[in-house]
């Protein structure tokens, strides 16, 4: 099931800040963090998961911390400042985190934020930051790579494509993902409509999907967290007719069941997606993707196997690659997702990645790295 590679690790989980985990509101790294713990756990490893208030990992342990929710930085520009809510959870989480650091191997960060990665120098535990977006920030472009400098191999990726919109990423880990491939049942005749899955904000690119729909004449099933309502409904006041079917944000036992039975996946970002989990769900579930070569999505989908890539925002090329998806074997998008993007391969990459830090950090912590010290260059400032 899982393998037996050495030394159990206590690791130190923080979750990204702008939602509690279950709620939605973190996207795809709500659903990595909770199931890589899970397999962690599996192999025996203690993990302690912090979180917001609410947060809930079925089987996993989980520190809730009160306080105001951090803004995602996709609804900030690249030059916004650096900035905290008055009684920020992200700054409670990393108190708590500076106070249990000591009796853990590994703290792991998922919190795509400066905080975090300002404050890696002075933990006396190593930081291990997984990146879940592509560059979204100045600020935060800049401290990334000034830790990426000063403590090399800490920060990973999901993706090529997704490390490159970083400067000096060329020491980053590109880690994929996983799912447990046990709770997705294969669909071998799915239903005449199309799919769409992903936080309803104006980044995702709906529109296009819902313009697919429309000049198919096939309903669009709508699954997601309603993020942005004022986004959602100029969707609908502009869909011309299009039959747009909103399913809710669902647990996967109920998404997996609903979007086995969909003809195709539609993924249609306007920005660089990192990797795209709902990717390897359709796949997983035999239901081939069409997606704009963009981003994650295009590192994964086999174009003319198990999906088509199109031009990035061409809608008219997006609808001539879904009116064609069933000449694609449904059977060979279920055997990418069992030999990619299985969960135990996603555990094996992120424990050797794990043990690699661990491998190299002797340095004692607790006071600031300063220009010079051994090999490890200079404190990452807020500047970089």
């Known amino acids: 099931m899982t393998r037996d590679a050495g030394a159990r690790l206590r690791l130190l989980v923080l979750s990204t800040p702008v939602g509690p985990l279950g709620s939605g509101l973190g996207g795809g790294v709500e659903l990595t963090l909770a199931t890589l ?35 995602p930085a996709q609804g900030q520009g690249r030059a916004a400042p650096v900035g905290l809510p008055p009684a920020s959870v992200l700054a409670a989480m990393w108190e708590y985190a500076r106070e249990a650091a000591e009796a853990h191997d590994v703290v792991v960060n998922f919190a795509y934020d400066w905080l975090p990665l300002y404050l890696t120098p002075f933990l006396r535990r190593p930081v291990a930051h997984f990146v879940s977006m592509s560059s979204l920030s100045d600020a935060m472009d800049r401290i990334l790579d000034a830790v990426g400098r000063c403590f090399p191999g800490t920060i990973a ?64 099933r709508v699954f997601g967290k309603r993020e942005d309502e004022a986004y959602w409904g100029r969707v609908l006041g502009a869909a011309g007719g299009a039959r747009i079917e909103y399913q809710g944000f669902l647990p996967t036992c109920e998404l997996q069941r609903r979007l086995g039975r969909c003809r195709a996946l539609l ?73 990619e993007f299985s969960l135990v391969a996603f555990g094996d990459r992120f424990e050797d990645w794990l043990r690699a830090i661990l491998a190299v950090s002797r340095v004692p912590r607790g006071r600031p790295v300063r220009g010079g010290a051994a090999r490890r260059g200079p404190r990452p400032s807020p500047g970089g």
């Open 267 to 339: 993924v249609t970002p306007r920005w660089v997606e990192a990797f795209g989990l709902v990717v390897i769900e359709a796949l997983a579930c035999g239901v081939p993707v069409v997606a704009y070569r963009r981003g994650g999505p295009a590192e994964i989908v086999r174009d003319g196997r198990t999906g088509w890539l199109v031009p990035p925002d061409d809608v008219s090329a997006l609808v001539a690659a879904a009116a064609r998806v069933s000449t694609l074997d449904r059977r060979e998008c279920r055997r990418q997702a069992e030999s």
């Open 157 to 220: 990726a999901y993706t090529r494509t997704q490390a490159a919109t970083f400067r000096g990423s060329h020491g980053w880990r590109c880690l994929g993902s996983g799912i447990d491939l046990r709770q997705y049942g294969f669909c071998a005749e799915p239903d005449a409509a199309l799919a769409w899955v992903g936080r309803i904000s104006p980044e995702k690119g709906l529109e296009d999907a819902v313009a697919v729909a429309r000049r198919l004449g096939l309903p669009l």
């Open 37 to 71: 713990a899970r397999e962690l756990l599996l192999r025996g490893h203690t993990v302690r998961v912090v979180a917001p208030a609410g947060s809930i990992v079925p089987d996993v342990p989980v520190v809730g911390i009160a306080g105001d929710l951090q803004v």
